[in-house]
């Protein structure tokens, strides 16, 4: 069994608490936004939200209409405020796994990265940076960088349902197209390890579970995986059972797992929500 150590290859714990679009409204759940109360004499509406959750409207509950739009304080405000882009993350030890047992770790994280303007409200874009990278103490390196040193390529990710039923949602993360399919290739000395979404298919990466309906300018997202085995693997979007997949010294893809826990926050203090139900 090989063992080597890198912190959470693909962990661009990002977007779990941004808004991620324009202002036009995609209006699919989940979608990022804001839960914001209306300025007192604004005019009120029945599908205005009783809540600053904003998955109740004020007409929801029995009453005269008086009573109801006496509820009817807060408004639903799809994708970004402008200018408010930006979010960082940082985690600390992380481990992939392979299902054949090679595994990798690193001693942090940390990334930075951008919602996409693309009138979705669901995607995002990022790099990922780590440190203490080592495989039984070989050090691991990306080309360019300082030993011990991993970037992953650019990475892209994107909001979706798990689990309709129980407003599970999830996050998927995977190789931008100028990755090449690949989420990081790197060394350990003379050992060579790539790292890739299911197949190398268009979309295929990793999912992990994100919190939502609640406005929030922090999240943690916890990655889990046991012998090999990302959980969850699979969801209601494109590629539905989708995961991480290694190749150690070119001698084949395995499936893989990765387990770290990562800080996302947006910059400038603001606060988002993952809308499950619009």
Same mark, same amino acid.
């Given at each position: +069994?090989?063992?080597?150590?890198i912190?959470?290859l693909?962990? =661009?714990?990002?977007?779990?608490i941004?808004?991620i679009?324009?202002?036009?409204a995609?209006?699919?759940?989940?979608?990022?936004?804001?839960c914001?109360?209306?300025?007192?004499g604004?005019?009120k509406?029945l599908s +205005?939200?009783?809540s600053?959750?904003c998955?109740k409207?004020?007409?929801?509950?029995?009453?005269t209409e008086?009573?109801?739009?006496?509820?009817?304080?807060?408004?639903?405000?799809?994708?970004? =405020?402008?200018?408010?882009t930006e979010?960082?993350?940082?985690?600390?030890?992380?481990?992939l796994?392979?299902?054949g047992?090679k595994?990798v770790?690193?001693?942090?994280?940390?990334?930075?990265?951008?919602?996409?303007?693309?009138?979705?409200?669901?995607?995002?874009s990022?790099?990922?940076?780590?440190?203490?990278?080592e495989?039984s103490?070989f050090?691991?390196?990306?080309?360019g960088?300082?030993s011990?040193?991993?970037?992953t390529?650019?990475?892209?990710?994107?909001?979706? =349902?798990?689990?309709?039923?129980k407003?599970?949602?999830?996050l998927?993360?995977?190789?931008?197209p100028?990755?090449?399919?690949k989420?990081?290739?790197?060394?350990?000395?003379g050992?060579?390890?790539?790292?890739?979404?299911?197949?190398?298919?268009?979309?295929?990466?990793?999912?992990?579970?994100?919190?939502?309906?609640a406005?929030?300018?922090?999240e943690?997202?916890?990655?889990?995986?046991?012998k090999?085995?990302?959980k969850?693997?699979?969801?209601e979007g494109?590629?539905?059972?989708?995961?991480?997949?290694?190749?150690?010294?070119?001698?084949?893809y395995?499936q893989?797992?990765q387990?770290?826990?990562?800080?996302?926050?947006?910059?400038?203090?603001?606060?988002?929500e993952?809308?499950?139900?619009?």
């Amino acid at each position: +069994m090989q063992r080597i150590r890198i912190a959470g290859l693909c962990v =661009v714990a990002a977007m779990a608490i941004g808004a991620i679009a324009s202002s036009t409204a995609s209006a699919v759940a989940p979608e990022f936004g804001q839960c914001n109360k209306i300025a007192k004499g604004t005019e009120k509406k029945l599908s +205005m939200y009783d809540s600053s959750k904003c998955i109740k409207t004020a007409g929801a509950d029995a009453g005269t209409e008086a009573e109801k739009l006496k509820k009817a304080n807060y408004e639903w405000f799809p994708g970004l =405020v402008k200018g408010k882009t930006e979010f960082t993350s940082s985690g600390g030890v992380a481990t992939l796994a392979t299902k054949g047992g090679k595994t990798v770790t690193c001693t942090s994280e940390t990334s930075t990265g951008n919602y996409l303007e693309d009138g979705t409200n669901k995607k995002e874009s990022t790099i990922v940076n780590f440190a203490g990278c080592e495989s039984s103490k070989f050090a691991c390196t990306t080309v360019g960088k300082a030993s011990g040193e991993l970037t992953t390529n650019e990475l892209l990710g994107e909001v979706g =349902v798990e689990i309709a039923a129980k407003k599970k949602t999830a996050l998927k993360l995977w190789p931008a197209p100028s990755a090449a399919g690949k989420f990081i290739e790197f060394k350990c000395i003379g050992l060579e390890i790539k790292v890739r979404g299911k197949g190398e298919a268009a979309g295929a990466g990793i999912l992990v579970n994100i919190k939502n309906d609640a406005m929030k300018n922090t999240e943690i997202l916890k990655y889990k995986a046991t012998k090999g085995v990302q959980k969850p693997v699979k969801w209601e979007g494109p590629n539905p059972e989708t995961y991480l997949e290694s190749n150690f010294q070119n001698l084949g893809y395995e499936q893989s797992g990765q387990e770290i826990e990562s800080k996302v926050t947006n910059v400038g203090g603001i606060k988002y929500e993952l809308n499950f139900v619009l």
